[in-house]
Every structure is written in structure tokens, then in C-alpha cells.
């Protein structure tokens, strides 16, 4: 399910940035990059910014399952 929120997020602000550039969005999944090159990070709450943040190790676990196991001990997901 996480790993969905990603893609949505990261589809949105690609959609956002391709609109205000012109241009395609570059191929990465960092959703704080894309937020900052869309020109909405420093729109986004503090609320908003923490969810991008944790959403991150939920895309890598996904793309890159032999990963998983550190990225589990590792995370304290809770999204509130």
C-alpha cells in the first residue's frame, strides 16, 4: 500500500513539474527532489514534507526487494 502512495505522489508532482516547465520530469523517485524542482517544496507543510519522508524507503523496498530486510529493521513507519 505505501509503496502506492509513492508512486501517486511522485506521479503528481512529475505531473506538476512537467506542467510548469514544459519539459519531461527527470527519471529519479525522490519525492523531496521532484517537490523542490516542481517548485512546490517550500509550499508543502511540515506535515506534508514528514509523509514525503517517510514514504521513501516504502518505493525502495518495493524496486529493490533484496534491500528489504534493512530497510525493515531500520524503519518505524507511522503516518498520522
Same mark, same amino acid.
Given at each position: 500500500?505505501?509503496? !502506492?502512495?509513492?508512486?501517486?505522489? /511522485?506521479? &503528481?508532482? %512529475? @505531473? +506538476?513539474? @512537467?506542467? +510548469?516547465?514544459? #519539459? =519531461?520530469?527527470?527519471?529519479?523517485? *525522490?519525492?523531496?527532489?521532484? &517537490? ?6 517550500? *509550499?508543502?507543510? *511540515?506535515?506534508?514534507?514528514? !509523509?514525503? *519522508?517517510? =514514504? %521513501?524507503?516504502?518505493?525502495? #523496498? &518495493?524496486?529493490?526487494? /533484496?534491500?528489504? /530486510?534493512?530497510?525493515? %529493521? &531500520?524503519?518505524? !513507519?507511522? +503516518?498520522?
Amino acid at each position: 500500500m505505501g509503496f !502506492f502512495c509513492h508512486m501517486i505522489t /511522485e506521479k &503528481a508532482l %512529475k @505531473a +506538476v513539474m @512537467a506542467s +510548469v516547465t514544459n #519539459e =519531461l520530469p527527470p527519471r529519479i523517485h *525522490d519525492l523531496q527532489r521532484l &517537490a523542490v524542482h516542481s517548485g512546490v517544496f517550500d *509550499d508543502l507543510t *511540515d506535515k506534508q514534507l514528514v !509523509f514525503i *519522508d517517510r =514514504l %521513501k524507503p516504502l518505493q525502495i #523496498e &518495493a524496486r529493490y526487494p /533484496e534491500h528489504k /530486510e534493512r530497510i525493515s %529493521k &531500520a524503519r518505524n !513507519f507511522y +503516518v498520522g
